[in-house]
């Protein structure tokens, strides 16, 4: 039997092909679900104009070389997860939802979407961590005060990042947002990047920082450029 759910104008209808075919067996995602951190919507077909949530296409499970870090920069409910353009989110209370399979084709990145999941840490984080001026502010929100990851969110990133690496045949290699867009600098921030990234436990060969460079404050290397991409030594 096949169930449906309407929720507001989507129409969803799981599907047992669309889940990852390489990404079910793993310990990680049970353990989650266990206590009740894991929903999983990567089975829902959306349908209905203007889904922010359709995919763009697929691809094949070796296709994915890369995890893509994100900070979604505004606060989400788990429901508006169904109109992702990420392929998993991260919520403040430590709830991982899988928005979409590893193999579906999303525009999350720029450059980065053709060969990347994308994983966005639902927050308003600063740039770095600490320093106000490097929060990004919407026009709307001039007064906006950082809400940075909690630590049960940073956990449940590592989780579901150490899941990817393990189940993607391929996949080497952790990047940020804003490695794949000057328009990005402070995505996903020192805080996430220094506490997932940094610390994820990679498969042997992988490596980090692929793309435009990553400032001193998150690498915590001593480089010639600040957050700004302004060379600090001549
Ligand atoms: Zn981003």
Partial sequence: MTPRATIGEYLFRPRATDYDPVCREDEELPQLARV???IDYRGLYRTGRNSKGKTHGTRGPEAVTAVCLHQTAVMMSHKS???SQYHSLIYPDGTAVLC???TAYLWHARKANRFSVGVALVCCAAGVEGNPRTLWRPKSEPSRQATEATDAQLKTARAICGYYL???PNLRNVIAHRQSSRMRRSDPGSR???HVALQVDLC???TLARGLPLPSEWTGETKDLDYYGRRTIS
Avoid: E, S, V
Wanted: aromatic share 6%; net charge positive; charged share 10%.
């Fill in 36 to 38: 009740g951190l894991l």
């Fill in 81 to 83: 997860a169904l109109r």
């Fill in 100 to 102: 979409h399979p590893a």
């Fill in 166 to 168: 393990r189940t993607l």
């Fill in 192 to 194: 996430i990047w220094q």
């Fill in 204 to 206: 042997p060969g992988a």
